[in-house]
């Protein structure tokens, strides 16, 4: 079955430096979604993304984060000067379109220091 | 807003029947997915109800009741690889039909 891809699967950085996490969703799907949990919480919706431009984000989804198709298969989320909070499993997911099912990526966990 | 209530917790006993329940209130309705989540891991797709009713996949089914507000996942002959988070998630009908998750229902499964 085709998957979802996240690169790295863990990644610690200090409070204050960027990280960019990267997603390499299923070929055929058009939709990409960035979502979060921090440990022992729910699965948080950050944003989505269709034909190269945001169509929805969360509260969560402030000015410290950007999201980018550099190319035809990669889809990163971009967090600029993060902080302990940061701190969590940030999921990418994607889906053929609005009505299909979310493939999801096993996950960038994410450790603030 | 989005509101989506599940159970914290529940055990049940290796080859019984477990139901977890999820009520919802959400500004749209676009679907309902249940999704089964082991720790550390990425939530994998279980099942999908969008009409009022019982969808059935093997050990697992899904009902729906659309006026209730309410969902239950029900896992036949339980295996010890059950015990998992089981997630609750509603797809609204605005913007890009994005998809909001309960909590989730930790299972453990006990022999």
């Known amino acids: 079955e085709p998957e979802v891809t996240q690169t790295p699967s863990h990644q610690v950085t200090q409070m204050g430096q960027e990280v960019i996490l990267r997603c390499v969703p299923i070929?055929?799907?058009?939709?990409f979604y960035w979502y979060r949990q921090i440990l022992g919480q729910k699965v948080e919706f950050l944003v989505s993304?269709?034909?190269?431009?945001?169509?929805?984000k969360s509260e969560i989804f402030d000015d410290q984060f950007s999201v980018e198709r550099p190319d035809g298969s990669n889809f990163t989320l971009k967090i600029r000067s993060t902080k302990l909070e940061d701190s969590a499993m940030y999921f990418c997911?994607?889906?053929?379109?609005?009505?299909?099912?979310?493939?999801f990526g096993s996950g960038t966990r994410l450790t603030v220091v | 807003g989005q509101n989506i209530d599940q159970p914290t917790e529940m055990t049940a006993t290796e080859g019984a029947i477990v139901q977890i329940n999820c009520t919802y209130q959400t500004s749209g309705f676009n679907g309902l997915f249940w999704y089964q989540q082991h720790a550390g891991e990425a939530p994998t797709f279980l099942s999908y109800?969008?009409?009022?009713g019982l969808e059935e996949k093997g050990r697992f089914s899904s009902f729906l009741s659309r006026s209730k507000g309410y969902s239950y996942l029900l896992l036949k002959e339980l295996q010890m690889k059950d015990s998992a988070s089981y997630l609750c998630?509603?797809?609204?009908?605005?913007?890009?039909?994005?998809?909001?998750f309960g909590t989730g229902t930790r299972l453990t499964v006990i022999p």
């Open positions: 070929s055929n799907h058009l939709y």
């Open positions: 993304f269709y034909n190269n431009e945001i169509s929805e």
């Open positions: 998630a509603v797809r609204d009908q605005t913007g890009a039909n994005n998809l909001f």
């Open positions: 109800n969008v009409l009022d």
């Open positions: 997911a994607s889906s053929e379109n609005p009505q299909g099912r979310y493939t």
